[in-house]
Protein backbone atom coordinates (compact mmCIF):
# COMPACT_ATOMS: atom_id res chain seq x y z
CA UNK A 1 0.00 0.00 0.00
CA UNK A 2 1.33 3.84 -0.97
CA UNK A 3 0.14 6.71 1.12
CA UNK A 4 -3.58 7.73 -0.02
CA UNK A 5 -4.18 4.11 -1.54
CA UNK A 6 -8.00 3.17 -0.10
CA UNK A 7 -7.87 1.08 3.01
CA UNK A 8 -9.71 -2.41 1.55
CA UNK A 9 -9.52 -5.87 2.45
CA UNK A 10 -7.90 -7.07 -0.10
CA UNK A 11 -5.12 -4.18 -0.03
CA UNK A 12 -4.46 -5.61 3.64
CA UNK A 13 -5.00 -8.99 2.41
CA UNK A 14 -1.99 -8.56 -0.05
CA UNK A 15 0.09 -5.62 1.04
CA UNK A 16 3.14 -4.83 -1.32
CA UNK A 17 6.23 -4.69 1.17
CA UNK A 18 8.78 -4.08 -1.69
CA UNK A 19 10.65 -0.67 -1.02
CA UNK A 20 9.71 2.49 -2.44
CA UNK A 21 11.90 3.19 -5.27
CA UNK A 22 12.97 6.10 -3.46
CA UNK A 23 14.99 4.09 -0.89
CA UNK A 24 17.08 1.34 -2.81
CA UNK A 25 18.04 3.08 -5.92
CA UNK A 26 18.78 0.14 -8.70
CA UNK A 27 22.52 1.30 -9.28
CA UNK A 28 23.04 1.28 -5.28
CA UNK A 29 21.25 -2.40 -5.59
CA UNK A 30 23.65 -3.21 -8.74
CA UNK A 31 26.76 -2.59 -6.98
CA UNK A 32 25.91 -4.17 -3.52
CA UNK A 33 24.80 -7.46 -5.41
CA UNK A 34 28.20 -6.52 -7.77
CA UNK A 35 30.15 -6.84 -4.40
CA UNK A 36 28.54 -9.60 -2.77
CA UNK A 37 29.68 -11.37 -6.15
CA UNK A 38 32.95 -10.66 -6.05
CA UNK A 39 33.17 -11.36 -2.22
CA UNK A 40 31.72 -14.78 -3.01
CA UNK A 41 34.09 -15.49 -5.75
CA UNK A 42 36.91 -14.45 -3.37
CA UNK A 43 35.99 -17.06 -0.75
CA UNK A 44 35.70 -19.99 -3.54
CA UNK A 45 39.09 -19.13 -4.48
CA UNK A 46 40.57 -19.06 -0.79
CA UNK A 47 38.15 -22.30 0.26
CA UNK A 48 40.11 -23.95 -2.97
CA UNK A 49 43.18 -22.59 -2.67
CA UNK A 50 43.79 -21.31 -5.96
CA UNK A 51 43.98 -17.71 -6.08
CA UNK A 52 44.13 -17.79 -10.16
CA UNK A 53 40.41 -18.10 -10.10
CA UNK A 54 39.24 -14.98 -9.05
CA UNK A 55 40.08 -13.75 -12.84
CA UNK A 56 37.84 -16.69 -13.90
CA UNK A 57 33.95 -16.80 -14.39
CA UNK A 58 32.11 -18.05 -11.44
CA UNK A 59 31.04 -20.97 -13.37
CA UNK A 60 34.72 -21.81 -13.29
CA UNK A 61 34.97 -21.13 -10.01
CA UNK A 62 32.03 -23.29 -8.29
CA UNK A 63 33.31 -26.01 -10.08
CA UNK A 64 36.26 -26.06 -8.88
CA UNK A 65 35.20 -25.30 -5.46
CA UNK A 66 32.90 -28.34 -5.98
CA UNK A 67 35.30 -30.32 -7.15
CA UNK A 68 37.55 -28.94 -3.77
CA UNK A 69 34.44 -30.44 -1.64
CA UNK A 70 33.90 -33.93 -3.50
CA UNK A 71 37.20 -34.94 -3.37
CA UNK A 72 38.73 -33.55 -0.26
CA UNK A 73 36.40 -32.60 1.55
CA UNK A 74 34.01 -35.25 1.57
CA UNK A 75 36.72 -37.73 2.40
CA UNK A 76 37.79 -36.41 5.23
CA UNK A 77 33.71 -36.14 6.58
CA UNK A 78 33.48 -39.72 5.49
CA UNK A 79 36.55 -40.94 7.57
CA UNK A 80 35.61 -39.46 10.52
CA UNK A 81 34.38 -42.28 12.30
CA UNK A 82 37.11 -45.07 11.30
CA UNK A 83 40.00 -43.57 13.75
CA UNK A 84 41.26 -46.47 15.71
CA UNK A 85 40.58 -46.80 19.51
CA UNK A 86 43.83 -45.61 20.40
CA UNK A 87 42.70 -41.82 18.76
CA UNK A 88 39.27 -42.25 20.68
CA UNK A 89 39.84 -40.23 23.62
CA UNK A 90 38.59 -36.55 25.12
CA UNK A 91 42.08 -34.88 23.89
CA UNK A 92 41.62 -35.91 20.60
CA UNK A 93 37.99 -35.29 20.13
CA UNK A 94 39.00 -31.65 21.54
CA UNK A 95 41.43 -31.27 19.71
CA UNK A 96 39.87 -31.59 16.24
CA UNK A 97 36.47 -30.11 17.06
CA UNK A 98 37.44 -26.95 15.70
CA UNK A 99 37.36 -28.80 12.16
CA UNK A 100 34.66 -31.03 12.68
CA UNK A 101 31.63 -28.43 13.81
CA UNK A 102 32.31 -26.13 10.91
CA UNK A 103 31.94 -29.49 8.71
CA UNK A 104 28.92 -30.30 10.25
CA UNK A 105 27.70 -26.78 9.57
CA UNK A 106 29.01 -26.51 5.87
CA UNK A 107 27.64 -29.90 4.68
CA UNK A 108 24.16 -29.51 4.55
CA UNK A 109 24.86 -26.52 1.88
CA UNK A 110 27.37 -28.07 -0.38
CA UNK A 111 24.98 -31.26 -0.39
CA UNK A 112 22.76 -28.73 -1.52
CA UNK A 113 24.93 -26.91 -3.90
CA UNK A 114 25.89 -30.17 -5.77
CA UNK A 115 22.66 -31.61 -5.97
CA UNK A 116 21.23 -28.27 -7.85
CA UNK A 117 19.06 -27.03 -5.08
CA UNK A 118 20.70 -24.06 -3.99
CA UNK A 119 23.20 -21.27 -6.29
CA UNK A 120 26.88 -20.80 -5.57
CA UNK A 121 26.04 -17.93 -4.59
CA UNK A 122 23.83 -19.15 -1.73
CA UNK A 123 26.37 -21.53 -0.40
CA UNK A 124 29.10 -18.62 -0.85
CA UNK A 125 27.54 -16.78 1.37
CA UNK A 126 26.34 -19.66 3.81
CA UNK A 127 30.23 -20.44 3.93
CA UNK A 128 31.12 -17.05 5.06
CA UNK A 129 28.72 -16.06 7.64
CA UNK A 130 29.95 -19.93 9.14
CA UNK A 131 33.54 -17.68 9.89
CA UNK A 132 31.86 -14.28 10.28
CA UNK A 133 33.55 -13.48 7.37
CA UNK A 134 36.92 -13.86 8.73
CA UNK A 135 39.41 -14.87 5.92
CA UNK A 136 42.03 -15.79 8.92
CA UNK A 137 39.67 -18.26 10.40
CA UNK A 138 38.60 -19.85 7.13
CA UNK A 139 42.19 -20.44 6.42
CA UNK A 140 43.02 -21.74 9.88
CA UNK A 141 40.23 -24.00 9.40
CA UNK A 142 41.59 -25.04 6.28
CA UNK A 143 44.93 -25.65 7.37
CA UNK A 144 43.67 -27.74 10.48
CA UNK A 145 41.21 -29.75 7.72
CA UNK A 146 44.36 -30.37 5.25
CA UNK A 147 45.72 -31.56 8.41
CA UNK A 148 43.72 -34.11 9.48
CA UNK A 149 43.39 -35.29 5.47
CA UNK A 150 47.29 -36.59 6.16
CA UNK A 151 46.83 -37.60 9.39
CA UNK A 152 43.79 -39.76 7.51
CA UNK A 153 46.25 -41.14 4.92
CA UNK A 154 49.07 -42.00 7.98
CA UNK A 155 46.55 -43.86 9.26
CA UNK A 156 47.42 -47.24 7.72
CA UNK A 157 51.35 -46.98 8.39
CA UNK A 158 50.61 -45.99 11.94
CA UNK A 159 48.11 -48.99 12.57
CA UNK A 160 51.12 -51.60 10.79
CA UNK A 161 53.22 -50.11 13.59
CA UNK A 162 51.26 -49.88 16.43
CA UNK A 163 50.25 -53.90 15.52
CA UNK A 164 54.06 -54.87 15.18
CA UNK A 165 54.52 -53.27 18.70
CA UNK A 166 52.03 -54.26 20.65
CA UNK A 167 53.36 -58.35 19.22
CA UNK A 168 56.49 -57.68 20.15
CA UNK A 169 58.42 -59.82 22.82
CA UNK A 170 60.68 -58.44 25.48
CA UNK A 171 63.76 -58.94 24.43
CA UNK A 172 65.36 -58.05 27.95
CA UNK A 173 68.04 -55.50 25.83
CA UNK A 174 67.38 -52.42 27.08
CA UNK A 175 68.08 -50.28 23.41
CA UNK A 176 65.14 -52.10 22.00
CA UNK A 177 62.96 -52.70 25.12
CA UNK A 178 63.12 -48.84 26.03
CA UNK A 179 62.34 -47.74 22.55
CA UNK A 180 59.61 -49.89 22.19
CA UNK A 181 58.43 -48.17 25.73
CA UNK A 182 58.98 -44.71 24.35
CA UNK A 183 56.68 -45.52 20.90
CA UNK A 184 54.25 -46.81 23.31
CA UNK A 185 53.47 -44.00 25.65
CA UNK A 186 53.41 -41.70 22.34
CA UNK A 187 50.63 -43.92 21.11
CA UNK A 188 48.70 -43.08 24.50
CA UNK A 189 49.08 -39.57 22.86
CA UNK A 190 47.39 -39.89 19.93
CA UNK A 191 46.52 -35.91 19.48
CA UNK A 192 50.26 -35.12 19.57
CA UNK A 193 50.26 -37.02 15.87
CA UNK A 194 47.73 -34.05 14.63
CA UNK A 195 51.02 -32.47 13.83
CA UNK A 196 53.46 -33.51 11.11
CA UNK A 197 56.43 -33.46 12.91
CA UNK A 198 55.20 -35.89 15.35
CA UNK A 199 54.26 -38.53 12.81
CA UNK A 200 57.75 -37.94 11.69
CA UNK A 201 59.03 -38.86 14.63
CA UNK A 202 56.99 -41.55 15.48
CA UNK A 203 57.84 -42.87 12.03
CA UNK A 204 61.25 -42.50 12.55
CA UNK A 205 61.58 -44.07 15.94
CA UNK A 206 59.63 -46.70 14.63
CA UNK A 207 62.16 -47.37 12.07
CA UNK A 208 65.14 -47.55 14.39
CA UNK A 209 63.10 -49.48 16.91
CA UNK A 210 62.35 -52.66 14.68
CA UNK A 211 66.26 -52.28 12.88
CA UNK A 212 67.26 -52.88 16.71
CA UNK A 213 64.42 -55.45 17.10
CA UNK A 214 65.10 -57.49 14.00
CA UNK A 215 68.63 -58.05 14.67
CA UNK A 216 68.40 -58.81 18.77
CA UNK A 217 65.29 -61.45 18.08
CA UNK A 218 67.20 -63.25 14.74
CA UNK A 219 70.19 -64.04 17.37
CA UNK A 220 68.35 -64.99 20.36
CA UNK A 221 66.44 -66.94 17.94
CA UNK A 222 69.33 -68.44 15.69
CA UNK A 223 71.32 -69.26 19.24
CA UNK A 224 68.37 -70.92 20.06
CA UNK A 225 66.76 -73.08 17.37
CA UNK A 226 69.93 -73.18 15.12
CA UNK A 227 71.66 -75.87 17.25
CA UNK A 228 73.93 -77.79 15.40
CA UNK A 229 74.77 -74.97 12.47
CA UNK A 230 77.95 -73.64 13.31
CA UNK A 231 76.79 -69.94 13.02
CA UNK A 232 78.61 -68.87 15.81
CA UNK A 233 81.60 -69.97 18.18
CA UNK A 234 80.67 -69.55 21.24
CA UNK A 235 77.21 -71.81 20.32
CA UNK A 236 76.30 -74.65 22.59
CA UNK A 237 76.80 -78.02 20.81
CA UNK A 238 76.10 -81.64 21.76
CA UNK A 239 79.73 -83.12 21.93
CA UNK A 240 79.55 -86.44 19.50
CA UNK A 241 82.21 -88.53 21.14
CA UNK A 242 80.92 -88.07 24.42
CA UNK A 243 77.56 -89.11 22.69
CA UNK A 244 78.86 -91.93 21.33
CA UNK A 245 81.03 -92.98 25.01
CA UNK A 246 77.62 -92.73 26.49
CA UNK A 247 75.83 -95.15 24.17
CA UNK A 248 78.10 -97.57 24.00
CA UNK A 249 78.73 -98.10 28.16
CA UNK A 250 74.96 -98.66 28.26
CA UNK A 251 75.31 -101.25 25.60
CA UNK A 252 77.24 -102.98 29.06
CA UNK A 253 75.57 -106.15 30.99
CA UNK A 254 73.28 -105.23 33.79
CA UNK A 255 74.27 -101.08 33.39
CA UNK A 256 71.69 -98.37 33.92
CA UNK A 257 69.48 -97.20 31.05
CA UNK A 258 67.89 -93.75 32.38
CA UNK A 259 71.01 -91.86 31.16
CA UNK A 260 71.02 -92.62 27.54
CA UNK A 261 66.75 -92.54 27.63
CA UNK A 262 67.22 -89.02 28.66
CA UNK A 263 69.32 -87.60 26.43
CA UNK A 264 67.22 -89.31 23.51
CA UNK A 265 64.45 -87.50 24.59
CA UNK A 266 66.08 -84.39 25.16
CA UNK A 267 67.69 -85.04 21.69
CA UNK A 268 63.80 -85.68 19.95
CA UNK A 269 62.85 -82.69 21.36
CA UNK A 270 65.62 -79.87 20.43
CA UNK A 271 64.73 -81.46 16.62
CA UNK A 272 61.10 -80.71 17.05
CA UNK A 273 61.59 -77.57 18.20
CA UNK A 274 64.55 -76.13 15.80
CA UNK A 275 63.31 -73.79 13.41
CA UNK A 276 64.86 -72.88 10.01
CA UNK A 277 62.53 -70.62 8.51
CA UNK A 278 63.45 -66.98 6.91
CA UNK A 279 63.08 -65.27 10.15
CA UNK A 280 64.66 -61.98 8.88
CA UNK A 281 61.95 -61.61 6.27
CA UNK A 282 59.11 -62.61 8.53
CA UNK A 283 60.22 -60.05 11.24
CA UNK A 284 59.94 -57.44 8.59
CA UNK A 285 56.36 -57.59 8.30
CA UNK A 286 55.60 -59.49 12.06
CA UNK A 287 57.35 -59.08 15.13
CA UNK A 288 57.24 -62.69 16.00
CA UNK A 289 58.90 -65.80 13.97
CA UNK A 290 55.92 -68.48 12.78
CA UNK A 291 57.45 -70.97 15.04
CA UNK A 292 56.03 -68.19 17.63
CA UNK A 293 59.93 -68.43 20.05
CA UNK A 294 59.52 -66.32 22.36
CA UNK A 295 63.10 -64.99 24.02
CA UNK A 296 62.23 -65.12 27.25
CA UNK A 297 60.61 -68.50 27.27
CA UNK A 298 62.05 -70.71 30.72
CA UNK A 299 62.33 -73.14 28.07
CA UNK A 300 64.54 -73.31 24.48
CA UNK A 301 66.36 -75.99 22.58
CA UNK A 302 69.70 -74.12 23.70
CA UNK A 303 69.06 -75.16 27.25
CA UNK A 304 67.93 -78.77 26.13
CA UNK A 305 71.04 -78.77 24.60
CA UNK A 306 72.81 -77.46 27.68
CA UNK A 307 70.86 -80.34 29.47
CA UNK A 308 71.75 -82.74 27.31
CA UNK A 309 75.55 -82.25 27.38
CA UNK A 310 74.63 -82.15 31.45
CA UNK A 311 72.72 -85.94 30.96
CA UNK A 312 75.92 -87.10 29.13
CA UNK A 313 78.60 -86.65 31.48
CA UNK A 314 76.55 -87.61 34.52
CA UNK A 315 75.99 -91.01 32.61
CA UNK A 316 79.76 -91.22 32.04
CA UNK A 317 81.03 -90.27 35.67
CA UNK A 318 78.10 -92.93 36.44
CA UNK A 319 79.90 -95.73 34.58
CA UNK A 320 83.50 -94.61 35.23
CA UNK A 321 82.46 -94.62 39.20
CA UNK A 322 81.10 -98.24 39.06
CA UNK A 323 83.25 -100.04 36.41
CA UNK A 324 86.36 -98.43 39.06
CA UNK A 325 84.98 -100.30 41.63
CA UNK A 326 85.24 -103.41 39.53
CA UNK A 327 89.01 -102.03 38.23
CA UNK A 328 91.09 -104.54 39.44
CA UNK A 329 89.12 -107.40 38.27
CA UNK A 330 88.59 -106.03 34.46
CA UNK A 331 92.53 -104.66 34.46
CA UNK A 332 93.36 -108.73 35.58
CA UNK A 333 91.02 -110.31 32.73
CA UNK A 334 92.42 -107.37 30.00
CA UNK A 335 96.32 -108.62 30.78
CA UNK A 336 95.33 -111.86 30.75
CA UNK A 337 94.08 -112.08 27.29
CA UNK A 338 96.92 -110.12 25.96
CA UNK A 339 94.80 -107.19 24.50
CA UNK A 340 96.47 -104.58 21.86
CA UNK A 341 97.21 -101.41 23.02
CA UNK A 342 94.52 -99.92 20.75
CA UNK A 343 91.97 -101.71 22.97
CA UNK A 344 93.99 -101.66 26.18
CA UNK A 345 94.05 -97.52 26.22
CA UNK A 346 90.44 -96.83 26.31
CA UNK A 347 89.99 -99.07 29.07
CA UNK A 348 92.77 -98.25 31.12
CA UNK A 349 91.64 -94.23 30.75
CA UNK A 350 87.78 -95.31 31.32
CA UNK A 351 89.21 -96.31 34.54
CA UNK A 352 91.34 -93.75 35.81
CA UNK A 353 90.39 -89.98 36.14
CA UNK A 354 91.76 -88.64 33.24
CA UNK A 355 89.99 -87.71 30.31
CA UNK A 356 88.56 -90.63 28.30
CA UNK A 357 89.49 -91.92 24.97
CA UNK A 358 86.62 -92.74 22.72
CA UNK A 359 85.46 -96.26 23.03
CA UNK A 360 84.87 -98.62 20.40
CA UNK A 361 82.52 -101.48 19.93
CA UNK A 362 85.11 -103.64 20.45
CA UNK A 363 86.34 -102.38 23.83
CA UNK A 364 82.25 -103.01 25.03
CA UNK A 365 82.21 -106.58 23.76
CA UNK A 366 85.27 -107.11 25.93
CA UNK A 367 84.11 -105.30 28.78
CA UNK A 368 80.92 -107.26 28.77
CA UNK A 369 83.13 -110.64 28.45
CA UNK A 370 84.83 -109.92 31.49
CA UNK A 371 81.01 -109.20 33.53
CA UNK A 372 79.35 -112.42 32.18
CA UNK A 373 82.52 -113.84 33.61
CA UNK A 374 81.93 -112.40 36.99
CA UNK A 375 78.34 -111.52 36.88
CA UNK A 376 77.71 -111.59 40.70
CA UNK A 377 80.64 -109.39 41.57
CA UNK A 378 79.82 -106.50 39.32
CA UNK A 379 76.12 -107.15 40.12
CA UNK A 380 77.01 -106.61 43.32
CA UNK A 381 79.37 -103.34 42.67
CA UNK A 382 76.93 -101.82 40.21
CA UNK A 383 74.20 -101.89 42.60
CA UNK A 384 75.95 -99.75 45.37
CA UNK A 385 74.58 -96.29 45.06
Known sequence: MKTGDPWTVSNLATPNLSAPDSCMPSEYSSTAESRDQSRALLWGTLVTGHPELRDQSPECVQAMVVDWWAHRVEEVVKRLGDFP??????????????????????????????????????????????????????????????????????????????????????????????????????????????????????????????????????????????????????????????????????????????????????????????????????????????????PRSHQQPADATALINGAIQEGIEYFRKHLRRCGHMIMVEVQAQQVDDSTLQPITALLSDDPMIPLKPQTIKLLNRIIAKYPNEFLAEFRKK
Open 85 to 294: VSFRTTRFKREIRFVENPLANLKPAFDSLRAGESSFWETMDHLGRTFGWDKDKLLRWKSGLENLSRLMDWLPSFLRAHDYLMAAFPLNRDEVDDAREILVRSIDKSHSFLEDHARREFDDGFSDFKRRYIEAYSALHDDALHIGSGSRKDDIKIDPVSLRNLDLLSGLQHMDKRFVNRVKLLGKWVQRNQCHLPTRQILEAYPRCYCNFN
